[in-house]
C-alpha cells in the first residue's frame, strides 16, 4: 500500500491538495474516488487517506447485509467498491443506499465507483442505485483520478476536486490551491481560525519527505504523533 508521501512522489496529489483533504478528514468528512478504468489507483488514493484518520476512530468494513448498518454517527463505514460485483466490501443498489443513508446521520462514509466525472458518479449513486441527492451529498468529497503519461506507464492525477459547500457541489482545480499562499482558498470555511490551519498540515507533510518518512505504516504513525502534539483529534 503507498501512503500520502509515496502519492505526493508520483505527483498523483499535491502538498497543497494532501493537507486540503487532511483538514477536512480531521472534522469528520467522507470522500469517494472516481476512475473509470480498472487498476487507476482508485483503491490506492482512498486506503492512503484511510491511513490518516484520527487514532481511535471506529471503522466498519461494509458487506451486503452484514452489523455495519448498526454502526452510529462518528464511525466509519469503508465500502471498497460501490460496484454490482460479487466480491467482499463491494455494495450496489439498496446497500449503497443504506450507506448514503448513514452518512446523513453523521457516520464518515468512505468507498471509490468507475466513473470518472461527478456526472457519472451521480448516475450511479443516484439514477442506478437509487439515493437521493442528499445522500450522494454525504459523501462530501469527490476525487476524480485522470490519467497522464504514456498509455504503456500512466500516471494517476488528481486534476480537480469536486466538494459540497453550502449544500451544492463545487469545484477547486489543482492550481487553484497551488496558486494560494497558505494552501488555502474560497473553498474553505470563513473561519479561518479554525484548526487544524493547512498550512501547518502543509509543513508536516514537507516534513514527512524531507525525512524520508514513506511507508504508511510510518506516515501514519507521525500523523497520528503530530496530530496528539497539536491536540488535534
Not at 74 to 99: C, H, K, M, N, Q
Amino acid at each position: 500500500m503507498l501512503s500520502v508521501v509515496d502519492l505526493l512522489e508520483a505527483n498523483t496529489l499535491t502538498v497543497a491538495q494532501t493537507a486540503w483533504l487532511l483538514v477536512r478528514i480531521l472534522r469528520g468528512s467522507s470522500w469517494l474516488v472516481g476512475a473509470s478504468p480498472g487498476g487507476a489507483g482508485k483503491t490506492t488514493v482512498m486506503s492512503a487517506l484511510l491511513a490518516m484518520l484520527p487514532r481511535g476512530a471506529p471503522v466498519w468494513l461494509t458487506n451486503r447485509g452484514s452489523g455495519w448498518r448498526e454502526c452510529k454517527a462518528g464511525d466509519t463505514l469503508v465500502s471498497y467498491e460501490l460496484s454490482p460485483g460479487f466480491y467482499d466490501a463491494y455494495i450496489w443498489g439498496a446497500d449503497v443506499v443504506r450507506l448514503t443513508e448513514l452518512g446523513m446521520t453523521g457516520c464518515r462514509i468512505v468507498s471509490n465507483l468507475h466513473a470518472d466525472t461527478l456526472s457519472q458518479a451521480r448516475t450511479q449513486i443516484v439514477g442506478e442505485c437509487g439515493a437521493t441527492e442528499e445522500g450522494f451529498r454525504a459523501f462530501a468529497i469527490f476525487i476524480p483520478l485522470s490519467l497522464r503519461g504514456s498509455r504503456f506507464a500512466p500516471t494517476p492525477t488528481v486534476e480537480r476536486i469536486d466538494y459540497v459547500r453550502d449544500g451544492r457541489w463545487c469545484r477547486l482545480a489543482r492550481d487553484e490551491l497551488e496558486r494560494s499562499r497558505r494552501g488555502l482558498s474560497v473553498a474553505d470555511e470563513p473561519d479561518t481560525q479554525e484548526r487544524p490551519p493547512a498550512e501547518e498540515i502543509s509543513e508536516f507533510v514537507r516534513s514527512c519527505r524531507s525525512h524520508n518518512i514513506r511507508l504508511i505504516e510510518d506516515v501514519q504513525e507521525a500523523w497520528l504523533e503530530w496530530c496528539e502534539r497539536n491536540n488535534l483529534k
